[in-house]
């Protein structure tokens, strides 16, 4: 069973830092693709950031220059470090995972995705 464990999240006046954390326990799986999302009360879950293992990591505008999304891959971990926060950051962050794991001697592989259960943030002036 896959689990995504979050931590990090907390109050922080406006301008301060956070650095989020997500470690994924494997079951098997190998994560290609993990993210942090967001999500304010009553609107849609939406991307932050995300870190695919090929490729540059991706940014909402929002974010750019002061998040940054980084991975520990011997530890199947990612983090969010959020720099010069602002008021309009404050959400739950959830934490995404997609990979794939080998069910057969075949070597056929099956596709999930994983959820962590949200850490809230939340930014004052």
């Known amino acids: 069973q896959v689990q995504l464990v979050e931590s990090g999240g907390g109050s922080v006046q406006s301008g301060g830092s956070l650095r989020l954390s997500c470690t994924a326990s494997a079951d098997g799986f190998e994560f290609d693709y993990m993210a942090w999302y967001y999500q304010i009360l009553g609107f849609q879950r939406e991307l932050v950031a995300a870190?695919?293992?090929?490729?540059?990591?991706i940014y909402v505008d929002s974010v750019k220059g002061r998040f940054t999304i980084f991975r520990d891959y011997a530890k199947n971990t990612v983090y969010l470090q959020m720099n010069n926060l602002k008021s309009e950051d404050t959400a739950v962050y959830y934490c995404?995972?997609?990979?794939?794991?080998?069910?057969?001697?075949?070597?056929?592989?099956?596709?999930?995705?994983?959820w962590g259960q949200g850490t809230q943030v939340t930014v004052y002036s």
């Open positions: 995404y995972a997609s990979g794939t794991k080998v069910v057969n001697v075949e070597g056929a592989r099956v596709r999930r995705e994983f």
């Open positions: 870190m695919p293992s090929e490729g540059d990591a």
